[in-house]
C-alpha cells in the first residue's frame, strides 16, 4: 500500500516570499500524485498533478512541483507567494495497488504574512 | 451546472435529529467518495461507490449510512449522532477504473454542527 508523509505542518512565510512544501511518498509500483488546495470553508482544488512525462509540472496559481523518483519526493513550489495562498495544502499518491484511491498527506497549512 | 454540488453547506442539528446530505456531480464520473475532515485530524475516506456499487466502507458507524442511487447521485443519512461527529463531510468524484486520469473533484462540503 502506498502512503504519503507531508514534512511541514505549518509553514509561515511573508509575501513575496518564495516557498515549498515538502511531500514524500512510499509505493511499490508506479505512482499517479497530486497537490490539492483548502481555502477555509472550501473543498479541495486540483492545483497540479504528475501522471507521466516531464517530472517538473506546472500548475495553477503560479505553483510547480517537481517529481523525484530516486527521492521519492513530489515538493510544491511557488517563487513569489500572495496573502491569497494563504490555505492548507493537501499532497496525495494513488496507485495500482490500491485500485487507484487517492492517499492523502496530513496536509501544510502555509500562512502568508504581509 | 458543472463540477461536484454538495448541500446543504451548513447543517445543525440535535442528536435525536436525522438529516441527509447531498451530493451531485455533473462530470460523467463513476466513482463517488465520502470524506470526512475533522479540526487536526488527516482526511478520513468514509465511503466509496464504483458504478453505483459500494466498494469500500472504513469501519463508519452505522448511524452514517450512504445512498448511491446513480453514478451521479450520493446521499449520506445521518441519525442519533454524536458531537464527535461534527466536521466537514467532503464529496468527490473521479472518472473509475479503467481511466488514466485518477484525480478527483470534490465539492465545497457541508460543516455539519452536532448539538
Known amino acids: 500500500a502506498q502512503s504519503v508523509t507531508q514534512l511541514d505542518s505549518q509553514v509561515p512565510v511573508f509575501e513575496e516570499a518564495p516557498v515549498e512544501l515538502r511531500c514524500n511518498y512510499s509505493?511499490?509500483?508506479?505512482?499517479?500524485l497530486f497537490w490539492y488546495v483548502q481555502y477555509p470553508n472550501q473543498g479541495l482544488q486540483l492545483l497540479l498533478k504528475y501522471l507521466s512525462g516531464s517530472t517538473l509540472v506546472k500548475g495553477i496559481n503560479g505553483f510547480e512541483a517537481e517529481f523525484n523518483k530516486s527521492q521519492t519526493s513530489f515538493h510544491l513550489r511557488k517563487p513569489s507567494v500572495h496573502i491569497s495562498d494563504t490555505a492548507e495544502y493537501f499532497c496525495?499518491?494513488?496507485?495500482?495497488?490500491?485500485?487507484?484511491?487517492?492517499?492523502f498527506g496530513a496536509g501544510t497549512t502555509v500562512t502568508v504574512r504581509a | 451546472e458543472t463540477g461536484v454540488t454538495q448541500t446543504p453547506r451548513h447543517l445543525v442539528m440535535g442528536m435525536t435529529n436525522k438529516k441527509s446530505l447531498k451530493c451531485e456531480q455533473h462530470l460523467g464520473h463513476n466513482a463517488m467518495y465520502w470524506y470526512k475532515q475533522s479540526a487536526k485530524k488527516p482526511l478520513e475516506l468514509m465511503f466509496v461507490?464504483?458504478?453505483?456499487?459500494?466498494?469500500e466502507n472504513n469501519s463508519v458507524p452505522s448511524r452514517f449510512s450512504p445512498e448511491c442511487p446513480n453514478s451521479s447521485h450520493l446521499f449520506l443519512h445521518l441519525h442519533t449522532l454524536q458531537p464527535e461527529d461534527s466536521a466537514l463531510y467532503l464529496c468527490?468524484?473521479?472518472?473509475?477504473?479503467?481511466?488514466?486520469?485518477?484525480?478527483?473533484?470534490f465539492g465545497s462540503g457541508t460543516r455539519l454542527t452536532v448539538v
Open positions: 461507490y464504483n458504478f453505483k456499487e459500494q466498494t
Open positions: 496525495a499518491v494513488s496507485d495500482s495497488t490500491n485500485d487507484y484511491k487517492l492517499s
Open positions: 468527490a468524484s473521479s472518472p473509475g477504473r479503467g481511466d488514466g486520469d485518477y484525480g478527483y473533484t
Open positions: 509505493s511499490s509500483v508506479s505512482v499517479y
